[in-house]
DNA sequence: GCCGAGCTTGAACATATGTTCAAGACCTCG
DNA sequence: CGAGGTCTTGAACATATGTTCAAGCTCGGC
């Protein structure tokens, strides 16, 4: 058995959901294509994931938890640096990629199209504006948590942006004074 | 005949279109729910549009059409207020609407997973720019043509990511002070 | 009236897709 | 070894979807 490629197939599974989302959107997302991208039988798909809401919602889920992971700090840093660090890797290679952004564009749309993913979209931002907010709260202790909200909402906005804008093919430099911007909202006095 | 309603089937099928793109994404546009939206026979779609893709098209290039004219000033109007009138109507409230902004997000997320239609895409947002960055240049004539670009991707980045982010259920006065921005980079000295 | 061109219809066909299932492979424990 | 459970396979079925087409309809001009 190869350790590299022989992963847990039901994990395989999943990748490979991630992988055609990402590139072809919904509609590039059946359980025959899912089967031959993560290299398994038809069947086994439908042996882990009842139907294919289900398989959905278990990639759905597992991307929430990942997105946890960016407004989630190092606790030995200082909170000043904790605050710019989650500033910057959301516009960091590993998320202002083509596949990681597209992935983003698909699950949105697919919120949007759907009750049930709406539902657990909608949580995932909540919990992340939230965890943003705590951000700005211990880097800057003089602002009521009222005002922690209100600049992290102004800060999503040019973030989203900022993912969409770089799918849709704008120039770096854009992105970086966008990043500027954030840190500016942030810190102000 | 009622006039209201019954104006020429052709149309009324690119009607139905965005109706089911912007409700359902484009898993839920198939010939036969274009058909009876549209409120006619299957084979007429075919008849008018030979297959699928070129059905998409031309709703495409019907859209790219309707984006040019936020940006097309009132040319009674003083420069300075152009500008300003442009940056509001992107986030007035026909363009600030779910089913529009839904739209919006099916429109991006096709051109992410197809090459055509990422090309006329990508062809209206230059375009859409470009008209940004040459309001910008009759209401600050001191800029140069470069500067006005760079105010134009910076607009442009925080312009996206309202619409995003109002799709996604934020407060609205994260939207208004948004805005503010936008005037704040268009006509900043 | 009626001819012809364009418009409209829905059945029919081929293919694609979600789901089920019987059978087999594999692995663990006794 | 072998019994039993879990994992894995691909064929088979039902339904959905894109496309074709023969037939009917409408309406303006002769």
Same mark, same amino acid.
């Given at each position: 058995m190869n350790p590299g490629e022989q992963v847990d197939r039901q994990s395989r599974i999943l990748d490979a959901v991630l992988e055609l989302l990402s590139r072809h959107g919904i509609s590039g997302v059946n359980m025959r294509a899912v089967a031959r991208e993560a290299g398994v039988a038809l069947g086994l798909v439908n042996y882990y994931y009842a139907d294919k809401p289900s398989l959905i919602r278990a990639v759905l889920n597992r991307i929430g938890e990942s997105d946890m992971r960016l407004v989630t =700090?190092?606790? &030995?840093?200082h909170p000043d640096e904790q605050l710019r660090e989650a500033l910057r890797r959301v516009a960091g290679p590993e998320i202002l990629t083509t596949p990681y952004l597209s992935l983003r564009l698909h699950l949105w749309a697919l919120a949007q199209a759907d009750e049930d993913f709406a539902v657990i979209n909608a949580e995932a931002f909540d919990q992340y504006l939230d965890g943003l907010a705590t951000l700005i709260g211990n880097a800057k =202790? &003089?602002?009521?948590r009222e005002a922690c909200k209100e600049r992290a909402d102004d800060i999503v906005v040019v973030q989203n942006g900022m993912w969409l804008t770089s799918l849709l093919g704008i120039d770096k430099a854009a992105i970086r004074r966008s990043i500027a911007r954030t840190e500016q909202i942030a810190f102000a006095d």
């Open positions: =700090p190092d606790p &030995e840093a =202790p &003089e602002l009521s």
